[in-house]
Structure formats: C-alpha cells, structure tokens
C-alpha cells in the first residue's frame, strides 16, 4: 500500500478523525432544563465558590488540548497550524482510542513565545491537562518551562519527553539482551534539538554512564562558545570526558546509538567501530539515520527505528495515552520525572522475559495491555510523590 497516497483519500472522505458526542439526552423538557437553563446555574455556582469542583461537574477532568503552532510538524518542518491540524487529529484520536482521554487540537497562529504561552494560560480553566506537540526548538524549551511554573495541571511536551520515555523503555529491554547495565554505558545521542535533549537529560535522571550529544557540527562540548543557550546547558551534563570531534569519533567504543536527527548519516563503518554488542536506534522519519538491515549486518546486536514496518518501532504513541490517564486520574498538578520513569518500566515490563528478543523489546503500540500499565503506574506515582489533588 502506499501511504501517502491512501491516506490522502481517506482525510478526503473522513473529513476530520474526530467529533464532539453528546453525553446527555436532551430530548424533553425535563432533560433539557437539567442539562442546560434552568437548572444549570446550580453547578455554575458551585464553581463559582470552588473553582476546584470543575473537574467534578464538567468534562475538565477527562479533557486536554493538543497545541502546535504548526512549526515542527513531523519531518515536515514549519508548514503552518492549519496545515498541522491532521497530525494534531491523529493525535487526539489516539489519545481517546488507546487512553480513553478527549483531546482537542488547538493550532495556535502565532510563532511568538510570549503569545503562546498568554494563549495557553487564559485556556488552561478548561483542561484537565496541556499536551504541547510539534513546536520548534528552542521555543518549545521556554514554553514548556513557563506553563509548568504557572499552571496547576500538568504541561507536556510530547517531542521532548514522550520519545525520552519510550527510548528507555526500549533500552531497558535491549540491556537485557546484551547483558550490560545502565550505568556502564557509553550512549551516543544525535541530534541536539527538543528530542535529543529531553532523552539525554531522561537518561541522566535514570543513571545512565556518559553521554555524548552530536549535531551536524559534531559533538557538542563544555566551553564552546558557539553553542546555543540549550546546547550548552545539555553540554555541561554529558561528555564528561570532553571529546571533540565528528560522529563517527563519538561512535568510536560506544555502546548505543540513539539517533533523533536526519537520513543517512550513519554507515556501516561507523556501527562497526562501536562496542560488542552494540544497540542502534535510529529513529529518523521516515529514512532513519541508518537501516535496519546494513546496521544488523555491520554487527549491531538490537536495531530499532521509528517505522512501523520494521520490528522495534520505537513510538511515543505507547506513551502518551497512558501517562495522561493516569495524570488526570490522579488529579495531577504535575507530570514529574518518577511518573515517566514509572511509565518507562511499566512499558518495558508488558514484554515479558519469555517474549523478549532482537526483534521484539516493545509492545506493540496498539496493546491496550501497555496503555493500561503505564496509566496505573503514572496514577499510583503522581499520589506518591505529592502532585495529586487525591488524597492518599
């Protein structure tokens, strides 16, 4: 099948992969006096004195918006909100489909920071929750960071922390196949923009051994004043060795790949100069930084990519759906990084020890089985560590 094309057809016939459903009949005059006028105005008013009863007498509980402004769209680029709109769609019907959870895509037209953020807050009263997606860096690093100070519910920045929690989860299970612990790792990251940060900064909350971040310029350094604000924040926090050089240098004995970054930039050479056993992810779409096929023949151990052709797809959409579940179950103020790293384990833990191998050390993203374990891992941390509104 082509997908490109089919899909395209099908947008043509859907006209929009969600609608709104009415909960309540409004079919007689009793009916409508208790859904709407008159006997409306008593749940008002009790918002009114507590606007906390919102997530009591409305949908706020159950109810987030999908927000881009259009500049990150998939591999696409800065295409424009509207043009983003049938990605932020798929996305909320993702969300209902495998988290239970109604999503609204909101496709802001504005590229300012202080725009967007002023939006989201005179917004936030209605949701239960704030999914950001597809809003380029750095941007998105000072949005992100600005909603989580002001908002009372919780802000996520799927690009960033949606694809660090799955990449864990994932490398959890890889480690199991070669025999290797986290922190003895060396890990090499290419690609230095939202993704590639957020992973290296998950990583390091995980324990994990030295970090290397790589973009088209090579590895990032400690001290080299051409770096960006964000850069250069991440560059202190890796390469404790202060390597410098290209990608293929930072390869050189290291024992995973982790490429959220451009096509082809990876050969076979270069996989051949990592450790034994080597881990490769190349997550790149839709041409990874490497195949699947050369990187398996060059002698990495665990492949996996970003294509849903190929085993080991390596997608935030086992991530997303379960983890607002369980925030908005638990009444969170927050999505902290003991939720995530309750999520990643939760993933990894739905392939069992009799089904992991080379091919097969993620479930499926259409496992209801996974979206189920990480809401019920993300619930019980959120009451944990403090950010529900539930009392314990």
């Given amino acids: 099948m082509n997908y490109r094309e089919e899909s395209l057809k099908k947008h043509g016939e859907w006209k929009g992969k969600i609608e709104v459903s009415c909960r309540v009949e409004v079919d007689s005059r009793e009916k ?3 859904a709407y006028t008159p006997g409306v105005a008593e749940p008002c008013l009790a918002i009114h004195e507590d606007p906390e009863k919102s997530f ?4 706020r509980w159950n109810t987030v918006p999908v927000i881009t402004d259009g500049t990150a769209v998939l591999g696409l680029g800065d295409i424009g909100p509207e043009a983003g709109m049938p990605v932020m769609e798929g996305k909320c019907a993702l ?5 239970g959870v109604d999503a609204f ?5 504005s590229k300012d920071a202080d725009e967007i953020v002023r939006t989201i807050e005179l917004l936030a009263g209605s949701f239960g929750g704030i999914n950001l997606e597809d809003i380029s860096a750095p941007r998105c690093f000072e949005i992100e960071r600005r909603l989580k100070e002001d908002l009372d519910i919780p802000v996520f920045h799927d690009d960033q922390h949606g694809t660090a929690v799955v990449s864990a989860a994932a490398l959890l299970n890889a480690l199991k196949l070669v025999g290797k612990k986290m922190e003895d790792l060396r890990i090499v990251i290419n690609g230095a923009g939202a993704a590639g940060i957020a992973i290296a900064k998950y990583l390091l909350k995980m324990n994990a051994g030295d970090i290397i971040l790589c973009d088209r310029q090579g590895i990032l350094c400690d001290g080299d004043k051409q770096l960006t604000d964000a850069k250069a924040e991440i560059a202190r926090l890796t390469n404790r060795g202060l390597r410098k050089g290209s990608l293929a240098d930072a390869m050189k004995s290291s024992d995973v790949f982790i490429g959220v970054s451009g096509p082809n930039c990876v050969t076979k050479e270069m996989v051949r100069s990592m450790a034994k056993d080597a881990i490769v992810f190349a997550c790149a779409n839709p041409t990874p930084e490497i195949s699947r096929e050369d990187a398996l023949e060059a002698g990495a151990a665990v492949v996996g990519t970003g294509s849903s052709e190929k085993p080991n797809q390596i997608n935030n959409v086992l991530v997303f759906p379960g983890l607002f579940r369980g925030a908005l179950d638990a009444r969170a103020t927050d999505i902290n990084a003991e939720m995530m790293i309750a999520a990643s384990h939760a993933i990894a833990e739905c392939v069992n020890d009799e089904e992991l191998s080379p ?3 993620l479930p499926y ?6 979206h189920k374990a990480v809401a019920s891992a993300v619930c019980e941390t959120a009451v944990r560590t403090g950010v529900s509104r539930l009392k314990k």
Avoid: E, Q, V
């Fill in 95 to 99: 969300f209902k489909a495998f988290g």
């Fill in 56 to 59: 009591d007498l409305t949908r």
């Fill in 365 to 370: 993203a259409y496992d209801l089985r996974a």
């Fill in 105 to 109: 895509p909101l496709c802001i037209r």
């Fill in 359 to 361: 091919d097969y050390i």
């Fill in 32 to 34: 409508l006096s208790l």
